[in-house]
């Protein structure tokens, strides 16, 4: 994973994989908990086999993924274990809020993470009680003062990806990147526009899900009854279910093949000794 891909217009080369949190939320009961030693193990192997950055949330346990990233990062980094420090991207999350939360709860932020600034701070979704003016106020406030280092949005559509945009223009910035949910199986961004307005305008899109949760690894084509071990929360937003397995069979099949025919490891297997989840989570689409 040598290549790297720059994130939106700014000066940060990304890896096109990173490791993306959401399961270190220990609570919510979407997924299983997960110790110390497992964020550990999981942000080692990653960070030192061509994964260059962590995204995570303030939503993640309310700060539970933060903190456990922030313990592992400061563990590796006084093992110096990491060639470099990895870059962070995080979220600020709105629903019901008012943007003022923005500039009030960041130093939360840096405090989990054990981070003096945040290379990527995004809008999680367009639910703030605040117009989005005012929200993107609060964020160039931060990158002025120099917390932030560039601004994205999550769940936007293309016209909010203008509209941020725009605004952002006003404060002297851009829009570095909108994170939305992009896979073989849920391809919306490609016919909603999201997909043709980054490219218009350099904004990267980062993909989330982008294995399904699971779904497309084939780790449950090949052990259906796997499904019987996750929660009924996780099998609502990926849709595993015994009737998708089966109609996602030929699919499966034959991205098993693929990959065998070019000798590239199959979702289904192991890194042996540590079992963990790394979810790849960034699409680049402007070039």
């Known amino acids: 994973m040598n290549i790297k891909r720059r994130l939106g217009q700014s000066d940060i080369m990304l890896s096109p994989l990173?490791?993306?949190?959401?399961?270190?939320?220990?609570?919510?009961?979407?997924?299983?908990?997960?110790?110390d030693k497992t964020v550990y193990e999981i942000l080692k192997y990653s960070l030192t086999n061509g994964m260059n950055w962590i995204d995570t949330a303030e939503i993640y346990g309310n700060g539970i993924s933060e903190t456990l990233i922030g313990q592992a990062l400061k563990q590796l980094e006084?093992?110096?274990?990491?060639?470099?420090?990895?870059?962070?991207?995080?979220?600020?999350?709105?629903?019901?809020?008012?943007?003022?939360?923005?500039?009030?709860?960041?130093?939360?932020?840096?405090?989990?993470?054990?981070?003096?600034?945040?290379?990527?701070?995004?809008?999680?979704?367009?639910?703030?009680?605040?117009?989005?003016?005012?929200?993107i106020r609060h964020m160039a406030e931060l990158a002025d003062k120099g917390i932030i280092k560039n601004v994205g949005i999550s769940n936007f559509t293309a016209q909010g990806m203008r509209k941020a945009d725009k605004l952002l223009r006003e404060h002297?910035?851009?829009?570095?990147?909108?994170?939305?949910?992009?896979?073989?199986?849920?391809?919306?961004p490609e016919?909603?526009?999201?997909?043709?307005?980054?490219?218009?305008?350099?904004?990267?899109?980062?993909?989330?899900?982008?294995?399904?949760?699971?779904?497309?690894?084939?780790?449950?084509?090949?052990?259906?009854?796997a499904t019987d071990n996750i929660s009924l929360l996780r099998r609502f937003h990926s849709g595993i279910s015994r009737k998708n397995i089966e109609r996602t069979r030929p699919l499966i099949d034959t991205c098993i093949c693929h990959s065998r025919r070019n000798k590239i490891r199959t979702g289904t297997e192991?890194?042996?000794?540590?079992k963990f989840q790394t979810v790849p989570r960034r699409y680049r689409t402007a070039e």
């Open 18 to 35: 990173g490791v993306g949190t959401w399961q270190f939320s220990n609570k919510g009961g979407t997924w299983n908990t997960v110790t």
């Open 78 to 135: 006084t093992e110096k274990a990491l060639t470099d420090i990895p870059y962070i991207a995080d979220k600020w999350f709105p629903l019901l809020r008012t943007a003022d939360t923005i500039t009030k709860t960041i130093n939360q932020r840096l405090d989990c993470l054990q981070k003096p600034v945040i290379d990527l701070y995004q809008l999680h979704q367009p639910t703030s009680l605040s117009s989005l003016k005012e929200q």
């Open 172 to 188: 002297g910035l851009r829009l570095a990147s909108n994170q939305v949910k992009y896979n073989l199986l849920h391809r919306k």
């Open 191 to 225: 016919k909603n526009g999201v997909i043709e307005t980054a490219k218009e305008l350099g904004i990267s899109i980062i993909a989330y899900s982008p294995l399904q949760q699971g779904m497309l690894t084939g780790r449950f084509h090949t052990d259906p009854a």
């Open 270 to 274: 192991q890194h042996k000794g540590t």
